[in-house]
Nanobody
Framework: QVQLVESGGGLVQAGGSLRLSCAAAGRTFGRSAMGWFRQAPGKEREFVAAISWSGDRTYYADSVKGRFTISRDNDKNTMYLEMNSLKPEDTAVHYC??????????????????????WGQGTQVTVSS
């Protein structure tokens, strides 16, 4: 079992930066692939980025590639999302998610929210123009 708590959201002007954190409690954090998703009002939840349990593989949505960086520190049980050059269209509730240890994500599953087993409560990111 993994419990996830996001922090770091807020209001920022277009072109600004934010750093989201996802603190995890649970003995299996270091062996769980994790990801960030977001959901804007009236829209579907969408994939943002994902990272393998060891941190050696990362994946990004085309809309954030080159602007966002996902990372994790397994010693601190924390995952991060560094967001730069923010745009108004990045405005959404951002959620961190994790998969169970025995749940291997392959191909498109990495970018599919229903494949993830554990979720945080979300943190609001608002980018003003």
């Amino acid at each position: 079992q993994v419990q996830l708590v996001e922090s770091g959201g807020g209001l920022v002007q277009a072109g600004g930066s934010l750093r989201l954190s996802c603190a995890a409690a649970g003995r299996t954090f270091g062996r769980s692939a994790m990801g960030w998703f977001r959901q804007a009002p009236g829209k579907e939840r969408e994939f943002v980025a994902a990272i393998s349990w060891s941190g050696d593989r990362t994946y990004y949505a085309d809309s954030v590639k080159g602007r966002f960086t996902i990372s994790r520190d397994n010693d601190k049980n924390t995952m991060y999302l560094e967001m730069n050059s923010l745009k108004p269209e990045d405005t959404a509730v951002h959620y961190c998610a994790a998969v169970a240890v025995d749940h291997v994500l392959v191909g498109a599953a990495v970018r599919t929210w229903s494949e993830y087993d554990y979720w945080g409560q979300g943190t609001q990111v608002t980018v003003s123009s």
